[in-house]
């Protein structure tokens, strides 16, 4: 499992770029799932058929774009001004390695503020090490996207570190599921979704044209044990988390149920989340068609939406336990 | 059908009955009344069958409504009150002339103005601060409520009563070109040469949340939706060249992101490659704001893959709203470039 992040979290793949990772996954998957299909939005659709014709349909989501910075103007002196695609922080962004596509890297940098100016991203640029505009726009076009270029790393014995760990972590778990899958009555159709940083969007139509009976979204959240923290119940290393709400959707109750009872079988201590702020794709997944139950299962995240996003990796095998339980494997 | 027509007609969101009325008989005229329907939103979907079922089916997508006030109620001195449909910035309404009602054969609209306490009256204070529409009224001329409410019940509808008119060297200001000039277009690529199935879309209801563009997408599901738009050109005074977003004159503007969608990076690399083989002018929007029909589209059903062309516009969504004649001719032109090399 952690191979299995430490290789995905390094491809590159902002919102609406996210083809290297669709690859990647597809390699890994191929032969251990019945058939693989994209759609308009990108959208990796898997699906492994139940053993049962009258079983149910199941959803698992997990999103493979992560946030990025698009270029919106090159000055006359080859700084990138750029906007957020997703939820980009600006307080994570100062004096930050980038690096595009291409490969071009470049330095995210915020300019001394103005009295009465305020930090937003119109106060950064990045600087690729062009001497003019139009060494820049040799080097990259308008609507290129950066992300962070920060190194996955290990911390401490369990612990790992990424830009894109939201959400190519779940990617991995949900890899990681179908290829340890046995046969089951249930058919599982596992979506990595695209654009779900900017609102969702390759869940809404995916979710449409699989028309499943139940959605997991399986994601990251935030955790509340660093200092000065906002007061969030959930903690690092104590187990995967079960959601209850967020912004977004209010999980079904007797899913919720389900999801326990499979981790309490398993063994696995679990966490219970609420989240007044952030949604997943099991948002846009209880909205499509008639409507469906839905839930998200998480793994806590420190530093979310930064360069370094910290997992601990008995969350992540704790979630792969519950969500196998849950399958009936 | 010319544009000034198109502009000068009142279309409110909501209320685009003039407009469709116009749409729906230039596009009988072209492709038959069998090609046209009328979706429950008021949106027109006009339907040009393929010979080639090989090729994507394309969607060109335009909307109909514009900005534009409601009467919600009247003063006892027989002035209006109103609200805004759409977005509109208070500080263009002041001293403006609208025409309240719809335009009929029967009953032509009512002339109006809208006003606020003249500058004698203002404190220093006073002019220090953008009056809200609440401080706003429109005039039409009653001697009391009674007779006010009488001429303009509330729920009436209100326009911004501008002549279009051309200006400078190929400039034209009008009220509603954002999305006239996307409107007018599409019927002039009702002939655009192309084997698959190409449907227009003359959306209802984008100012107020890409309403009619939602119950479109979902209708029609095409493989690729092409969205004609205005978009907001801010290139006056000194405003930083990061934050123009874009120039008037300067070429159609090829969209790789705004807050409602992303543009699939296939076609928008495909239209910006278009446009420089075929010397057609363009541009890229070098700021991400605003959001249209794309971001509907791209979500109805299934799924589209989607990207947008617009026309820069100057003082978008208000009474004298500036584009540029070639540009709105670029992006008829990249159009047709792009279904040719479908």
């Given at each position: ?14 919102s609406g770029r996210e083809e ?18 994209r759609d308009a939005l990108g959208n ?26 698009v ?30 596509a ?39 076009s308008l609507g290129d996207v ?48 695209t654009q ?5 969007r390759g869940?809404?139509t ?124 | ?54 090729k994507p089916r394309v969607m060109l997508a ?127 690529l009702?002939?655009a040469?192309y084997?698959g199935?190409l449907v227009?879309a ?11 563009a939602?119950?479109?997408g979902?209708?029609?599901q095409p493989d690729i939706a092409v969205v004609l738009e205005?978009t ?20 159609v503007c090829v969209s790789f992101m705004d807050?409602a969608s992303l543009a699939d990076s296939q076609l928008y690399r495909t239209m910006l490659a278009l446009g420089k083989e075929k010397?057609i002018?363009h541009q890229v929007k ?6 249209n029909d794309a971001g509907a589209l791209q979500r109805a059903?299934?799924g589209s893959r989607t990207v947008v062309l617009s ?20 992006q008829?032109s990249l159009t047709r470039a792009f279904l040719e090399n479908l």
């Amino acid at each position: 499992m952690e191979q299995l992040i430490q290789k995905l979290t390094g491809i590159y793949g902002p919102s609406g770029r996210e083809e290297l990772v669709a690859a990647e996954i597809e390699t890994l998957l191929a032969g251990k799932v019945d058939s693989i299909r994209r759609d308009a939005l990108g959208n990796l659709i898997c699906e492994k058929k139940g053993t049962d014709p009258n079983g149910k349909r199941i959803m698992l989501a997990a999103h493979m774009d992560q946030i990025g910075l698009v270029v919106t103007h090159v000055e006359k002196e080859g700084y990138l001004r750029v906007s957020n695609i997703g939820g980009i922080s600006p307080a994570n962004s100062r004096t930050r390695r980038v690096k595009f596509a291409n490969g071009v890297m470049g330095v995210l940098h915020e300019q001394p503020l103005k009295p009465g100016e305020t930090t937003s991203l119109r106060t950064f640029y990045i600087d690729i090490g062009a001497a003019n505009e139009a060494e820049a726009l040799s080097l990259i076009s308008l609507g290129d996207v950066a992300v962070y270029a920060e190194d996955t790393f290990k911390m401490g014995a369990h612990r790992l570190a990424s830009p894109a760990m939201d959400d190519r972590m779940a990617c991995a778990l949900l890899v990681s599921i179908l290829q340890k899958l046995p046969p089951i009555k249930d058919t599982v159709i596992a979506v990595f979704t695209t654009q779900e940083e900017v609102g969702l969007r390759g869940a809404t139509t995916s979710a449409y044209s699989v028309q499943p009976d139940v959605g997991i979204a399986l994601d990251v959240t935030l955790t509340g044990d660093t200092p000065e923290e906002r007061r969030v119940a959930v903690n690092l290393g104590e187990g995967p988390t079960i959601v209850v709400m967020n912004a977004r959707s209010i999980s079904n109750p007797a899913l919720v149920n389900e999801l326990h009872a499979a981790a309490a079988k398993a063994g696995v201590a679990v966490q219970r989340e609420v989240l007044p702020f952030g949604g997943t794709d099991a948002g846009a997944m209880q909205l499509s068609r008639g409507g469906m139950p839905v839930c998200t299962v998480s793994v806590p995240c420190r530093y979310v939406h930064s360069a370094c996003e910290v997992v601990d990796m008995r969350d992540v095998e704790g979630a792969e336990k519950v969500l196998l339980g849950y399958l009936g494997a | 059908m010319d544009l000034k027509t198109l502009c000068e007609a009142q279309g409110v969101s909501g209320r685009e009955e003039h407009i469709r009325r116009m749409v729906w008989d230039a596009c009988a005229a072209k492709l038959g009344e069998d090609a046209l329907a009328l979706d429950g939103l008021g949106s027109v979907i006009a339907t040009r069958k393929g010979s080639d079922p090989g090729k994507p089916r394309v969607m060109l997508a335009a909307h109909m409504d514009e900005v534009g006030l409601l009467v919600v109620s009247a003063t006892e001195d027989g002035l209006l009150r109103f609200r805004a449909l759409g977005g509109v910035d208070s500080r263009v309404l002041v001293s403006k002339r609208v025409r309240v009602g719809y335009d009929t054969p029967e009953k032509p609209a009512l002339a109006g103005v809208i006003g606020a306490m003249a500058i004698h009256q203002q404190s220093p204070e006073d002019r220090k601060h953008v009056l809200p529409i609440e401080q706003l009224f429109i005039d039409i001329g009653a001697k009391d409520k009674a007779e006010a409410e009488r001429m303009a019940p509330a729920g009436t509808l209100v326009t911004f009563d501008t002549p279009y008119t051309p200006f400078g060297e190929g400039l034209v200001y009008a009220k509603a070109l954002d999305d006239r000039v996307g409107v007018w277009n599409l019927l002039n690529l009702l002939d655009a040469p192309y084997a698959g199935e190409l449907v227009f879309a003359f959306t209802s209801q984008e100012e107020v949340g890409l309403r009619g563009a939602t119950s479109a997408g979902y209708r029609v599901q095409p493989d690729i939706a092409v969205v004609l738009e205005t978009t907001a050109a801010n290139d006056l005074g000194e405003i930083p060249e990061a934050l123009q977003v874009c120039r008037v004159g300067q070429g159609v503007c090829v969209s790789f992101m705004d807050t409602a969608s992303l543009a699939d990076s296939q076609l928008y690399r495909t239209m910006l490659a278009l446009g420089k083989e075929k010397a057609i002018p363009h541009q890229v929007k070098q700021f991400v704001s605003g959001g249209n029909d794309a971001g509907a589209l791209q979500r109805a059903g299934a799924g589209s893959r989607t990207v947008v062309l617009s026309v820069p516009c100057r003082n978008i969504h208000s009474p004298t709203s500036v584009c540029a004649l070639r540009d709105m001719a670029a992006q008829e032109s990249l159009t047709r470039a792009f279904l040719e090399n479908l």
